[in-house]
């Protein structure tokens, strides 16, 4: 199998790349990142010299280049993972959100169709499907109503990546997963930005009351059901994953110093991100029992080695969170308190 997997550079993508090389000994990745801030070569510089694997440099957004690696690789199948993928930015700058997430995807799923593949599959969230109340899940049937310019470009592409199945029978098949930790992860996102400023004795901050829920999944377990999603998925179908551990962000952000053992006097509770989606949760029965999937991770032992790998890797994080991420940090955080 030779595969496209797109924002391999970044969290998601540079574990699955991993997993992979690791557990499909047949395959080979071309990886086409653009490397944003998100992106990060470092991730898999490792991998540089083997046969196995490929990285180009480019934009999902530029039509001929993606045209270009289609006519010369002749793709089996397709991984999209790149995207701009937090919320927080999102609502700072919307329009790269648009650009990236629905031009881009529909750039590769035109390529797709012109140049023929055997699966593409679309990796969305569970962001599409919005808020919860204190009750309920989201199944694969629970009606898109997404509430953040990054949510709505994910519904839009998803609902774009359908379209093509519908209308050109491109055999499209799209996951849904909820919030991911593990390794690699960029320290804009909850669990590595309090990690990264527990270590450093650095104000954790907190939005609103802290009580917003979210459903963790460690990244290699959302790995694995994306191997089994374009392997068994049936195209046009789409599926949920999460690991069913719902944690409220104060749980969490305690826990996270308790592991690095820093006080809780390090929290400081900031003003709540606008239109802050309350409670995501998630039913993965129809992934369970379709494709033989289940996660593998318990949350407080795999957050326990998160925090050891961010321990462990400072100076990955460090170099990484410099220029460009401290302005984004001064513009998000520095009003804010
Ligand atoms: P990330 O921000 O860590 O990585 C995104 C990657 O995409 C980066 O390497 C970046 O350089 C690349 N990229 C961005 N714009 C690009 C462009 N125009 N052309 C080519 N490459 C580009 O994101 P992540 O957390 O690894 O998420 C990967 C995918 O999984 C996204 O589609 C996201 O919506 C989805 N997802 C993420 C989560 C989560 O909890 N992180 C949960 C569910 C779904
Ligand atoms: P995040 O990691 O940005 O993921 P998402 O918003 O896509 O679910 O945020 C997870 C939760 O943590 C969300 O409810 C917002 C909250 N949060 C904070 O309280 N403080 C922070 O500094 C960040 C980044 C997030």
């Known amino acids: 199998m030779n595969i496209l997997l797109t924002g391999g550079s970044g969290f998601i993508g540079s574990n699955l790349v991993r997993l992979i090389l690791a557990e499909r000994p047949g395959w080979r990745v071309v990886n086409l990142d653009k490397l944003t801030y998100a992106g990060n070569a470092e991730n898999l510089a490792d991998l540089s010299g083997n046969s196995r694997y490929r990285f180009v440099r480019g934009d999902i957004c530029n039509g001929e ?22 919320v927080d930015r999102s609502i700072l700058a919307p329009s790269i959100f648009i650009e990236t997430n629905v031009r881009g995807t529909q750039v590769l799923l035109e390529a ?12 969305s ?14 199944t694969e049937r629970t009606p898109l109503d997404p509430s953040s310019p990054y949510s709505a470009s994910k519904a839009s592409s998803d609902l774009l990546a359908l379209a093509y199945f519908h209308t050109f029978k491109l055999p499209v098949v799209v996951t849904r997963c909820s919030n991911n930790y593990g390794p690699y992860q ?32 460690h990244v290699e377990d959302h790995g694995r ?34 592991l690095v053992g820093k006080p809780e006097s390090l929290i400081q509770y900031v003003k709540d991100r606008l239109g802050h989606d309350r409670r995501y949760a998630i039913d993965s029965t ?41 302005k984004y940090y001064e513009k998000q955080y520095g009003a804010r308190k």
Not at 112 to 123: D, P, Q, S
Not at 236 to 242: A, D, E, H
Not at 250 to 255: A, C, G, M, R
Not at 304 to 314: D, K
């Open 65 to 86: 280049l993606v045209a270009d690696l289609f006519r010369n690789e002749r793709f089996d199948a397709v991984m999209h993972l790149a995207a701009e993928s937090h």
């Open 112 to 123: 797709a169709r012109e140049f023929g593949v055997k699966r593409f599959l679309h990796v």
């Open 125 to 138: 969230t569970d962001e599409v499907y919005g808020s919860l109340g204190p009750t309920g899940l989201f």
């Open 186 to 217: 960029f320290p804009e996102k909850l669990i590595p930005l309090m990690i990264a400023n527990a270590v450093r004795d650095l104000p954790l901050p907190v939005y609103g009351d802290g009580m917003n829920v979210r459903d963790w999944i």
């Open 225 to 258: 059901g994306l191997l089994a999603a374009l392997e068994l998925g049936e195209p046009g179908q789409v599926y949920n994953f999460g690991a069913s551990s719902e944690r409220h962000n104060i749980d969490i952000v305690k826990l996270v110093l308790k």
């Open 286 to 326: 129809k992934a369970q029992q379709k494709l033989g999937w289940a996660p593998r991770h318990i949350f407080e032992d795999a957050l326990a080695a998160t925090v050891e790998w961010y321990v462990e890797n400072r100076p990955w994080w460090e170099r990484i969170i410099s220029g460009e991420y401290l």
